[in-house]
């Protein structure tokens, strides 16, 4: 199950307020703040917002 348009216009990024989006593979959100850039992982449909289960994206 994919995440709908409307949950990702409410979501922000825990660490810096910034604006998440889907990667194109789905497998987590990615924050669009160039200094942060925290993937959220997506498991079972559902995002983890928690900071402690981001991964840094290069």
Known sequence: MPVSPELLEVLRCPKCKSKVELKSDGS????????????YPIKDGIP???????????
Do not use: Q, S, T, Y
């Open 28 to 39: 987590g959100l990615k924050c669009l703040n160039p200094e942060c850039r925290l993937v």
């Open 48 to 58: 983890v917002m928690l900071i402690e289960e981001a991964k840094v994206e290069e």
